[in-house]
């Protein structure tokens, strides 16, 4: 699966914004997803997962109350809604497949095999 982030840009502080994350192939809805983001000079962190099936969703501990992910099979999308954005926010956020039917991890990279090339956040006034 190939896998296209979209909807970041610059921001200010308390806006909003949703990202989305487009699948390829028929298949889509067999893979469970995870958004994850790289803050500059930092190392990669979870934010959030929806399992395939029943569509489970999970958050990395410190951004659940902001974030809400969510998913369109019929579009092959995923979604990153995150509220009231804050300049610690600020990172490239990047989707991850894993072919685990039914399993996802909010805070495992190693799970995942396929990765989006990301799409820049920025938050600022």
């Known amino acids: 699966v190939q896998l296209v982030e979209s909807g970041g840009g610059l921001v200010q502080p308390g806006d909003s914004l949703r990202l989305s994350c487009v699948g390829s192939?028929?298949?889509?809805?067999?893979?469970?997803i995870g958004w994850f983001r790289q803050a500059p000079g930092e190392g990669r962190e979870g934010v959030a997962c929806?399992?395939?099936?029943?569509?489970?969703?999970y958050y990395a501990t410190s951004p659940e109350d902001r974030f809400k992910i969510s998913r369109d099979n019929a579009e092959n999308t995923v979604y990153l809604e995150i509220s009231n954005l804050r300049p610690e926010d600020t990172a490239v956020y990047y989707c991850?497949?894993?072919?685990?039917?039914?399993?996802?991890?909010?805070?495992?990279?190693?799970?995942?095999?396929?990765w989006g090339q990301g799409t820049q956040v920025t938050v600022s006034s």
């Open positions: 929806i399992s395939s099936g029943n569509g489970d969703t």
């Open positions: 991850a497949a894993d072919d685990l039917y039914g399993y996802c991890s909010a805070t495992d990279q190693n799970v995942y095999d396929y």
């Open positions: 192939g028929r298949s889509f809805h067999y893979y469970s």
